[in-house]
């Protein structure tokens, strides 16, 4: 059974119709990506799973537990953590207090502090700024901040809304390499992406977005070779 | 944070946006100028003894005092939903109400007067009842008048806000009557201490008022930058939807923000009962401007800042009348002058950070 399932869900904005019926499940242990273009739904399918929207239709599980009953603070109790898009740190709270928010949903000391320890190993840099104000980091501190956050909260799945967006080049191939290794450590992803070439390297299996329909699904490596996502999101003719 | 690029103006707009600022500097300049030469005119009178300014200052700073606990009412909620808190100071009243039935009661049962114990007892009596009555007004206020409106335009929750003040003001003018309620002072704090011959006065009073004000306030910044709820008052102040999906239950936050408020403000009804000695129905309407007041002088929506905002309000009215001339009745429009002052030359307050766009 997958892990995570959604079902046929339908997300408006007021009147505009922003997801038609899109499915998709990830596996224990997958990484899985979603791709396509500029408002095509990716963040809105996020945002829905994370609770930040309720679809009017479909079926959220996980582990066969629907989450559209839950209000949007009880979704990360059920074991869903999320990285933003934009990353949205808190950024007049020190990086320290940001990484404990990212806590919030626990409360064995313990676990939060052994936690936080893996987060610095992870991110070094964080820990030589712990006391600094989350606001003076630099975009891809942030992201670090951001990811460090998320993994706090224990996810069993992780959702990655646009980890790369806005960094320079040199630090993007650094966050694919955290996300692999996040994935290696046991923690289930699905990531959204822009740069669908980086994306499909590290997925394990794909779903092409448009519209607000999801019209590809495949694994990763069938994508990367399907002529059509080639032209449409790798930039190959 | 967004950055703002400044859009090309027409070289008409730009030059009179530029003459603008030149004559807000100017106006700036001759008010300060003015201001000094009259305290220095004032001053070389010698109209009044060092221990006439020394009372005054006293005096300030237990005003002030209160006005912080007050202020940080109007700067929690500010800072957590953008909306002024105008019913703020009916809470204080309602607070001053309830500490006032409560010194009745521990008078008749002889208390209030009796031995130093039972008189403590009788303040620290009055000041829960003063508390809990407040948080429940605050806690239903938020219910009521301002959780339904949430998402509305910003001006919507400010007219409930109005509104509420005056229904809890003429609920009590109703209940309570129009005549003025005596606060009698329990006896451990009715007295003053003189100091030597230099004819300083502290009255007991206004020592209690004081360090009282000074726990509470240290009480609420261990609070806010301390504990598990204060993260997450200051998560939520930055952005609601991310502060959910750390699991956060922003409503939670919201209520627990308007009781820690209202339970500054049940205090500082009670203390200013014991300071004015009287209570009445619209005891809050005053002190919650300038309250408000003080909170936009240090910077709305920052903590330091209102405690900042706070003193310096209090001492300029316990000073300013006497340094510039005037009878004291004037503290009023210092007051609300230097409202008008800072909102004209540095609406961010003294500490208060330039509003983004999204927060204005």
Do not use: C
């Not at chain 1, 949903?105 to 070094?124: C, H, K, L, Y």
């Not at chain 1, 956050?149 to 955290?178: C, H, Q, W, Y």
């Not at chain 2, 606060?183 to 020592?207: E, F, N, Q």
Request: glycine share 12%; hydrophobic share 50%; no cysteine.
């Amino acid at each position: 059974m997958a892990m995570l399932e959604v079902k046929n869900i339908h997300t408006y904005y007021g009147n505009i119709h922003a997801l038609k019926g899109v499915s998709l499940h990830v596996d224990q242990g997958e990484i899985v990506t979603l791709i396509g273009a500029n408002g095509a739904g990716k963040t809105t399918t996020l945002r829905t799973i994370s609770g930040l929207l309720k679809p009017r239709q479909g079926t959220i599980f996980l582990n066969g537990d629907d989450l559209t009953k839950y209000p949007d603070h009880e979704i990360v109790y059920q074991g869903i953590a999320m990285v933003p898009e934009g990353r949205g740190v808190f950024s007049r709270l020190t990086v320290l207090e940001n990484i404990e928010l990212g806590a919030y949903s626990r409360s064995d000391r313990g676990e939060i502090e052994a936690n936080t320890q893996r987060v610095f190993q992870m991110f070094p840099r964080l820990e030589e700024r712990a006391k600094q104000v989350a606001g003076t980091l630099s975009g891809g501190e942030q992201q670090m901040l951001a990811t460090g956050r998320a993994l706090m909260a224990n996810p069993k799945i992780l959702l990655m809304d646009e980890p790369s967006m806005g960094l320079a080049p040199i630090l993007v191939e650094g966050v694919f390499d955290t996300i692999v290794e996040i994935n290696k450590e046991g923690t289930t992803i699905l990531l959204v992406e822009q740069n669908a070439l980086m994306a499909l390297q590290v997925a394990d299996r794909g779903y092409v977005i448009q519209t607000g329909e999801i019209v590809l699904n495949d694994t990763a490596e069938n994508l990367r070779r399907n002529p059509e996502v080639q032209s449409a999101y790798l930039g190959i003719n | 944070m967004s950055t703002l690029t400044q859009p090309k103006l027409p070289t008409s707009e730009r030059f009179s946006q530029l003459f603008g600022k030149y004559i807000y500097i100017a106006v700036g300049i001759i008010i300060v100028i003015l201001l000094i030469g009259r305290i220095i005119f004032v001053a070389r009178q010698e109209s009044y003894p060092l221990s006439y300014w020394t009372f005054q200052v006293i005096n300030g700073l237990v005003l002030g005092g209160v006005y912080a606990l007050v202020a940080l009412g109007y700067t929690l909620v500010y800072g957590i939903l953008f909306m002024i808190n105008f019913a703020h100071g009916e809470v204080l009243m309602m607070g001053g109400f309830a500490g006032f039935f409560a010194l009745q009661y521990m008078t008749s049962i002889g208390w209030a007067n009796g031995t130093a114990l039972q008189s403590t007892l009788t303040i620290v009596f009055m000041m829960l009842a003063g508390m809990i009555v407040s948080v429940i007004t605050g806690i239903v206020l938020e219910r009521l008048a301002y959780r339904p409106l949430r998402g509305a335009p910003r001006l919507v929750p400010l007219i409930s806000a109005i509104g509420a003040s005056f229904f809890l003001q003429y609920t009590a003018l109703l209940v309570f009557g129009a005549v003025p309620h005596n606060y009698r002072k329990p006896s451990v704090i009715d007295g003053v201490w003189k100091l030597g011959d230099s004819g300083i006065i502290i009255s007991y009073t206004g020592a209690f008022i004081f360090i009282t004000s000074i726990l509470m306030l240290l009480g609420l910044f261990i609070i806010v930058q301390r504990t598990k709820m204060g993260k997450a008052m200051r998560a939520v102040a930055e952005d609601k939807h991310i502060a959910a999906l750390m699991g956060i239950d922003v409503n939670k936050v919201i209520v627990f923000t308007f009781a820690l408020g209202s339970a500054l403000a049940g205090a500082g009804g009670v203390m200013l009962g014991l300071h004015n000695t009287v209570i009445r129905f619209n005891t809050g309407f005053l002190p919650g401007l300038k309250a408000f007041t003080a909170a936009v002088l240090g910077g709305i929506g920052n903590v330091l800042g209102a405690m900042i905002g706070s003193l310096l309000l209090g001492l300029l009215e316990a000073l300013g009348p006497s340094a510039l001339g005037l009878p004291t009745e004037y503290k009023d429009v210092i007051a609300f002058s230097v409202l008008v002052l800072v909102l004209i030359f540095r609406p961010s307050g003294i500490v208060g950070e330039v509003l983004s766009e999204k927060k204005a």
